[in-house]
């Protein structure tokens, strides 16, 4: 089993940044992707971004440019530093572990564990 807890939402003006933390712990392999997702009010879960265990990256397009996600594989921590935020960005993100081998997928239905979610709300 795998336990999954996220942190570091709160409020941002728009343009402002929030970094969020996610630590994965109990029966965790290193190897593991770990992911991150949100979800707006009313809208369905979507990507955010992924990083491998040896640090490779992929993200959506929306978020590129002013998200970066980022790992401590000794923690079995993976961070996601968020600059240049929009209110389009409020919603609640998600952390997630994906415990199948190879590839950085996008979709939330191929992820096996996940957080509570934080709350990220941008002011305009």
């Known amino acids: 089993q795998v336990q999954v807890v996220e942190s570091g939402g709160g409020l941002v003006q728009s343009g402002g940044s929030l970094k969020l933390s996610c630590v994965a712990s109990?029966?965790?392999?290193?190897?593991?992707?770990m992911g991150w997702f949100r979800q707006a009010p009313g809208k369905e879960r979507e990507f955010v971004a992924a990083?491998?265990?040896?640090?490779?990256?992929r993200y959506t397009d929306s978020v590129k440019g002013r998200f970066t996600i980022a790992r401590d594989n000794a923690k079995n921590t993976v961070y996601l530093q968020m600059n240049s935020l929009k209110p389009e960005d409020t919603a609640v993100y998600y952390c997630?572990?994906?415990?199948?081998?190879?590839?950085?997928?996008?979709?939330?239905?191929?992820?096996?564990?996940w957080g509570q979610g934080t709350q990220v709300t941008v002011s305009s």
């Open positions: 997630a572990v994906d415990t199948r081998p190879g590839g950085l997928r996008v979709t939330a239905d191929l992820y096996a564990y």
């Open positions: 109990g029966s965790i392999v290193f190897s593991y992707v």
């Open positions: 990083i491998s265990w040896m640090s490779s990256t």
